[in-house]
């Protein structure tokens, strides 16, 4: 999985640099790529940092929460993690619940005031099952490198076109001059890459949500919590403060959601998890059970 | 010549495959080794538990003698038990057992109201749940691993580098459903 991700970004910035060689030459193509590739492991190093500090996430001992405490312990068994992940709350009333920190080890789980009032025990359980999931599959530490290529890949092109706007087209050595063809496609290329690198981001959350249910479904053995959890924030209206992009992907139910109700034929493109109903609809069918409507 | 380097460059591909395939099975052996130690982890931990709940509740109820001794008796067979699958019998035996231990405890109402009974009964019910958790990591590493070591090409030289099947925790069938303790 990352390795395939490597590759297709590996492509996309290699195609990218050779839409700038085409139009503006060796030197500046490569200046951009090292400096991109600078960017991206800088990010890299600080992004970790950046999750608790701007979600506002505050730490629990097992003695003001011992409910939820014992739920991430016994889910984190069930999962085989190496340590029980730290327990965060962030005081809010719409519920939620996301997963942070690089690897198993240093993990942290953390919940809204909301979801532990919106929430019984099965429920709870599930959510965390879910988020215990994404742990194990190490999706924190996926995500986080996707977003900083995706970060990467937008950083270059953008130079580009502005390169193109500024510097004029193609006037200087080495760049292509006499091609009008190879320049719109070039051109073209600078301007989808980073919808595309952006497109692929949110496939594979997407994808990793479906993949986080299942596993959390496995390791609770009770695809039906799981699944009334989700039933319930679906019901919500709340929408969860202190929200933005780039930690969008780490929460159990794509925070964004209700802030963009218009659905058109092509936003299912730009989410970050898959409706609800699917989920559901696909818990259903591992476990066997139906819902009520 | 070429063909020296043919068979020499075919055998090193051939080592390096096979390298690949043993270290699975080592990582998915040391998995089941671990599963269990944390099986083994809450089923002391349940036991360390049982014989503070049997004063607690002989405070109150001292006549009670039959429940008493099947729990007490069903603390030893955890203890002494051999091998997944003896072991997961006894203990579903003793679930069994304090289950009736706290059937007994619901006819005593100051027992209930004792703050020391009441911890003890959570601490058990967590130990319970935590007892399930780690069973249902354990089953599923070792049926990964006993897929792998039986499927080919590792069937062919599993055996032979000691890599035997394990047995499930559970008392007969695989993966039965886990008997739930009420205790509320």
């Not at chain 1, 006037?171 to 073209?188: K, T």
């Not at chain 2, 603390?75 to 002494?80: D, N, P, T, Y």
Request: charged share 20%.
């Amino acid at each position: 999985m990352t390795g395939e991700l490597l590759v297709f970004f590996a492509l996309l910035m290699g195609g990218t640099a050779a839409a700038l060689y085409a139009v503006y030459g060796g030197p500046a193509a490569v200046a951009v790529v090292v400096g991109g590739i600078c960017w991206a492991l800088f990010s890299w190093f600080l992004s970790t940092r950046v999750v608790a500090a701007v979600t506002g996430a505050t730490p629990v001992t097992k003695e003001e929460q011992p409910d939820l405490y014992r739920i991430v312990e016994n889910m984190s068994i069930a999962a085989g993690l190496p340590a029980t992940p730290e327990v965060r709350i962030v005081d809010d009333p719409a519920p939620n619940a996301f997963a942070a920190g690089r690897g198993p080890k240093q993990a942290f789980v953390c919940v809204t005031s909301g979801l532990l009032q919106t929430m019984d025990h099965r429920e709870l359980e599930g959510v965390i099952s879910h988020e215990i999931a994404h742990v194990q599959h190490r999706d924190v530490r996926l995500m986080t490198l996707v977003a900083v290529l995706v970060g990467v890949v937008a950083m270059i092109s953008d130079f580009a076109l502005r390169m193109i706007f500024w510097g004029g087209m193609g006037n200087r050595r080495g760049g292509n001059q006499n091609n009008p063809i190879l320049l719109a496609i070039a051109f073209l290329g600078l301007l989808l890459a980073p919808i595309a690198a952006i497109g692929i981001q949110l496939a594979v959350s997407r994808r990793r949500e479906y993949q986080a249910d299942a596993g959390g479904a496995e390791i609770s053995g009770d695809p039906e919590g799981l699944a009334l959890a989700l039933r319930k924030l679906e019901q919500d209206p709340r929408e969860i403060r202190h929200m933005n992009r780039s930690t969008a992907h780490l929460y159990i139910e794509g925070p964004l959601r209700k802030a963009t109700d218009a659905r058109g034929l092509l936003s299912g493109l730009f989410d970050t998890h898959p409706p609800l109903e699917d989920r559901i609809a696909r818990l259903e069918q591992m476990g066997g059970f139906k819902l009520p409507q | 010549m070429l063909t020296v380097v043919i068979v020499v460059v075919v055998l090193l591909l051939l080592g390096l495959l096979f390298a690949l395939f043993f270290n699975r099975l080592v990582r998915l052996r040391n998995e089941t080794e671990a599963g269990w130690a944390n099986i083994d982890v809450q089923l002391k931990r349940r036991n360390d538990l049982i014989p503070n709940l049997v004063e607690a509740v002989k405070g109150y109820a001292a006549h009670e003698r039959t429940v008493f001794e099947e729990v007490t008796q069903a603390r030893a067979a955890v203890a002494g038990a051999g091998g997944p699958a003896a072991t997961a019998a006894a203990s579903d035996a003793l679930s069994g057992a304090l289950g009736r231990l706290f059937a007994v405890a619901e006819a005593y109402p100051q027992l209930r109201a004792s703050e020391n009974f009441q911890e003890l009964q959570s601490e058990l019910t967590d130990t319970e749940d935590k007892i399930a958790a780690a069973r249902r990591y354990y089953n599923s590493v070792v049926q990964t691993y006993n897929t792998a070591i039986q499927s080919f090409p590792a069937v062919l030289y599993a055996g032979l580098l000691g890599f035997r099947p394990r047995q499930f925790f559970s008392a007969d069938e695989p993966e039965k459903a886990v008997p739930q303790v009420s205790v509320s």
